[in-house]
């Protein structure tokens, strides 16, 4: 059943890194095009290609006990939350250890993917930056893993704003790309880059007043307990129902953290685990000492002045909208695919369009508590696909599953765009390794390979 098929990966973030590895495992003949002259993606601080929301001070919120990928743990030596260059360093040790490099076609960007009506995939590449000369490339299928921080998704407020304003993605740090000292700030946004910024430019070191606006606020979670990474204490039984873990969870967690309202935050409009929670230990802190002052939703910009939906009114320097990202595929004509204004892009198992059997996407979720040995599981079906040992069920029973799994992993969240790609990690994985991938092999073996290879260089 081995398949001799040559697939193409776009993107050499981890999604295309981990895939890349486990398709050459399986001896799979794989090229990645990316766009930069660099590995690592978001974790590629600075990176030329514009994609990364990396700041200067960041600091991964996963511990990296629950962070390392499974055939390859972080070293000893790391702290348990390391910096951005370490996981950088990491992602370029894994490279080397693995001999991923030759596979990767550098500073190429792939402009269009068209899928061939007998199957199979045509993309045009071009240079780093989208010009010069275009090249035209066949592959049996194709495999995405561009990534979803990338591109910005700005609120839209009634009215004008006439100070400065960016949003999170842009944000370097207090001097890059704006000089934030003496300023009065807003930060509109309570996720964990929401948390970081106003916790940075709210050191009194800074000499700013700034403001923190969330719609529907958030729990805080400490990132220790009893003096450990508090993602070591956490995880999902598939054994029991879903539903009676989050009661157990949302019970004990006002414990751990207290709730927000008790050190100024609104009162979310959620219980615990209806909405992504924020990892902080010192945003409390601001907050309980006076050096962020939080409000609710925004309801109007007039000049330099912000009207809250509590009746309030401020003068501002600078908004910084940490709201998120939209999740695009500029290289897909819309009509073939792309998600709707909420994000939503229906996937089975987050991987496979039905009806197009030759086309996978890796790393789209936003798993909890951990994203690296969720993107290893999807890349180890990957291969499987590719080797010709997996293979999707029918179209109408994949749209049934699709349906199914949105209920059981965000059918209790907030209907955001953020939460589309909810995922619980260790439910996933127990999911693909024990239920999905043996029953895509018996597929496999009644119907034959998903993929069969149709196309020459």
Known sequence: MTSTCRIAVIGAGISGLTTVKMLRDYGIDVVCFEASDRIGGNWAFDNPNGSSSAYRSLHIDTSKHQLSFRDFPMPEEFPDFPHHSQIKQYLDDYAEAFDLLGSIEFETRVMHAERLPEGGWELTTAGADG??????????????????????????FPGEFTGEMIHSHAYIDPWTPLHLMDKKILVVGLGNSAADIAVELSSKVMRNEVTLSTRSSAWIVPKYIAGKPADKYFATFPYLPYSWQRKVIQTMQPMSAGRPESYGLPKPNHKFFEAHPTQSVELPLRLGSGDVTAKGDIERLDGRTVHFADGTSAEFDVIIQATGYNTTFPFFDRDFLSADEHNHVPLYKRMFTPGVEDLAFVGFAQATPTLFPFVEAQARLVAAWAAGLYRTPPVEEMKQVIVEDEKKYIGHMLDTPRHQQQVDYFLYEHDMRTREIPRGLDRARAHGPALRPKVTT
């Open 131 to 156: 010009t010069g000369p275009t090249e035209s490339h066949l592959f049996d299928a194709l495999v995405v893993g561009n990534g979803h921080h990338w591109d910005p998704r700005f609120a839209d």
